[in-house]
């Protein structure tokens, strides 16, 4: 059953149970487990060896050219990728401050273009995307990562999320 179909019969059972006497705690239970539905996130982390299109992939599938690409090695930080209908990202760094900045500073933040972003790129724990693309609407992020076997510091990075 998918769950589209699930929250409508819940929202249901919620309009049914509100009839009955001591229904309210079952309507309280069943709106908790439709916000959990509404609130899912699936998460998707593309991860591979380092220049083999990783970030032009997640371009493709989003509909935009929004995360950067060269013929060199780019991705230094992780970068998810959510739905927002403004067009943003959030910096969080690994002091647990955060910065909000435009899509178009990405290259700044999230590449090791030369040593002083990839310096940057070494204090964030993950870049927030925001953007409206219609594939991650339905509770899809997509994690960008650093390709595996470029160097230990990137392939740890790209390690480190997997178990989320």
Same mark, same amino acid.
């Given at each position: 059953?998918?769950?589209? /179909?699930? $929250?409508?019969?819940?929202?249901?059972?919620?309009? !049914? @149970?509100? $009839?009955? =006497?001591?229904?309210?705690?079952?309507? @309280?239970?069943?709106?908790?487990?439709?916000?959990?539905?509404?609130?899912?996130?699936?998460?998707? @982390? +593309?991860?591979?060896?380092?220049?083999?299109?990783?970030?032009?992939?997640?371009?493709?599938?989003?509909?935009?050219?929004?995360?950067?690409?060269? !013929?060199?090695?780019?991705?230094? =930080?992780?970068?998810?990728?959510?739905?927002?209908?403004?067009?943003?990202?959030?910096?969080?760094?690994?002091?647990?401050?955060?910065?909000?900045?435009?899509? %178009? %500073?990405? /290259?700044?933040? @999230?590449?090791?273009?030369?040593?002083?972003?990839?310096? +940057? =790129?070494?204090?964030?724990?993950?870049? %927030?995307?925001?953007?409206?693309?219609?594939?991650?609407?339905? $509770? !899809?992020? !997509?994690?960008?990562?650093?390709?595996?076997?470029?160097?230990?510091?990137?392939?740890?990075?790209?390690?480190? +999320?997997?178990?989320?």
């Amino acid at each position: 059953m998918n769950e589209y /179909v699930l $929250h409508e019969q819940l929202l249901a059972l919620e309009s !049914i @149970a509100g $009839h009955y =006497a001591g229904g309210e705690q079952a309507c @309280a239970q069943i709106r908790d487990t439709v916000e959990r539905i509404k609130t899912q996130r699936y998460r998707v @982390a +593309v991860i591979g060896e380092f220049k083999r299109g990783k970030s032009s992939l997640i371009n493709a599938i989003i509909g935009a050219e929004v995360l950067p690409t060269d !013929i060199l090695p780019m991705t230094a =930080a992780v970068t998810r990728v959510t739905y927002g209908e403004k067009r943003r990202i959030l910096v969080r760094y690994k002091d647990d401050t955060t910065e909000e900045r435009t899509v %178009e %500073e990405l /290259v700044d933040f @999230a590449t090791k273009y030369d040593a002083e972003k990839e310096k +940057v =790129a070494a204090s964030i724990r993950e870049i %927030e995307v925001t953007y409206p693309s219609v594939f991650c609407k339905n $509770h !899809i992020d !997509i994690l960008d990562t650093p390709g595996l076997n470029d160097n230990e510091s990137m392939t740890e990075v790209t390690l480190s +999320v997997l178990g989320d």
